[in-house]
């Protein structure tokens, strides 16, 4: 049997999310937040947009998925990122409470791993690596294209 919705179908879903950030010159970063294999928060980042430096895909992702359960705490969901949140997004997500977290590229210099141990709740799985490739290859293309 065939599953549709597996983690590399949302991981394409926060691919799409990404891809809107380098189109529209933002760090090409995508969140999905799933529950029960519905897409129910997504976002991309919009620092440069919105002057925010806290407009990360994390932020906007947690919080429309928030608003969508009428609920803080995201304990059914799992959120899918293409790039290794930073500390201030792990901190977000720490305390949305999500069963899972998965994310693409590692970030080497601003990831929250940077810190030496993992900061998500403790209930919160943590897996990494998934579609990294692709992740990290729109965003060394966002990069040159600076340069």
């Known amino acids: ?84 949140p930073c500390v201030m997004c792990a901190g977000a997500i720490f305390w949305a409470r999500p069963a899972k977290v998965i994310f693409g590229a590692s970030d080497q210099k601003r990831g929250f791993s940077q810190l030496g141990k993992n900061i998500l709740h403790p209930a919160t799985i943590l897996e990494n690596g998934l579609m990294a490739g692709e992740s990290s290859a729109l965003l060394k293309e966002f990069f040159q294209k600076l340069r």
């Open 1 to 84: 049997m065939i599953e549709v919705f597996n983690d590399e179908y949302w991981m394409r879903e926060a691919m799409k999310e990404a891809h809107r950030a380098f189109e529209a010159d933002e760090v090409p970063v995508g969140v999905v937040v799933v529950c029960n294999n519905r897409i129910i928060g997504k976002g991309h980042n919009l620092t440069e947009r919105l002057h925010d430096v806290t407009a990360h895909a994390e932020m906007q992702a947690i919080t429309a998925a928030a608003n969508h359960l009428g609920s803080k705490y995201l304990e059914e969901c799992t959120i899918y990122i293409t790039l290794e």
